[in-house]
């Protein structure tokens, strides 16, 4: 007998393209998994990590058992050193919608599904000086050093503790003259608006994603997430955008001898956490009209 809560939501979802965002453990590759299976579709990553193809068991990638069953794109597809941003992957994105609308695109990088679905700012390309500059600076005095340089509509529309977002808005405005408030003020048009999709979160509550948090990095441990840091260490440079996988740094401190394996666990476990909450957050104040399907069972 079928559930027909359950036909009612996939008949719902059976004609546009599904967009699935939760935070990180919620479980929401499993549930596009299953999505893309009684739907027969394809899965596109909106994970600005899992595009690397140097970490795929501490990025929770797909295993190659799940693309055997469902295609999927843009999954480990970069070298580490590979400079890769939301526009790479929106042009990417926009190649595949071309020829396959039938797709879920999922993942956790809640910048890929705001420019998807309202629009990218066309801001130039930053010059290797002011990289370089934004680099220094933030060696010298962290993320507050950058933070004073930027206005306050800016401020208020990035995440201010992430180092990448900080340093992104401050490069904006030292290569351009224009803050990155105002660059998003004259954004070019969506490729695809929410009108043209479905858009799905997944959000459980924190009690219950901090347990799966702790109980997923001791999986991937066990994986061979360890084995898996051993290959990078060799070349491992911690500023490259691959590395900012949550856990690489606790992993390779490990292997360093600067941190025992419960003490990488238990900082790795703490990191995800924090990064979790930032989704949660944005989830909460950017995706009030997605439709909320975090009790679905399929």
């Known amino acids: 007998m079928t559930d027909p809560i359950t036909d009612n939501f996939l008949h719902k979802v059976s004609n546009k393209p599904i967009l699935l965002v939760g935070p990180t453990a919620s479980g929401k590759s499993k549930l596009a998994m299953s999505l893309a299976i009684k739907l027969k579709r394809h899965i596109v990553n909106a994970d600005s990590v899992q595009v ?5 068991i ?8 799940d693309e055997k069953i469902i295609q999927h794109h843009l999954y480990g597809h970069k070298a580490p050193d ?4 939301v526009g790479h992957w929106l042009r990417e994105l926009s190649e595949i919608l071309k020829t396959n609308k039938n797709l879920i695109i999922v993942g956790g990088t809640g910048l890929y599904f705001s420019s998807l679905t309202e629009g990218l700012v066309n801001i130039p390309k930053i010059s290797n000086k002011v990289k370089n500059m934004s680099k220094k ?6 993320i507050a050093g950058l933070l004073q340089d930027l206005d306050n509509g800016t401020l208020e529309n990035i995440d201010i ?3 990448m977002r900080v340093l992104r808005a401050w490069e904006v405005f030292h290569e351009t003259g224009k803050s990155l408030k105002r660059w998003q003020s004259e954004t070019e048009p969506a490729i695809l608006p929410i009108s043209e999709c479905h858009p799905l979160v997944i959000n459980p509550d924190k009690a219950d994603l901090d347990k799966k948090i702790r109980l997923r990095f001791e999986q991937m441990i066990k994986m061979g997430a360890l084995d898996e840091a051993k290959k990078n260490l060799v070349n491992w440079n911690e500023n490259s955008l691959a590395s900012k ?9 490990h292997l360093k001898g600067e941190l025992s394996i419960n003490q990488a666990i238990e900082k790795a476990s703490i990191a995800t956490r924090q990064y979790a909450k930032r989704q949660k957050t944005w989830i909460k104040t950017r995706m009030t009209d997605w439709d909320d399907i975090t009790n679905l069972t399929l």
């Open 58 to 65: 501490l990025t929770a990638r797909p295993t190659s058992e």
């Open 82 to 85: 590979e400079e890769y941003s």
């Open 161 to 163: 503790k992430n180092p």
């Open 52 to 56: 690397y193809s140097n970490w795929q």
């Open 137 to 142: 600076k933030l060696n010298d005095n962290g």
């Open 245 to 253: 996988a949550i856990g690489a740094s606790e992993l390779i401190a």
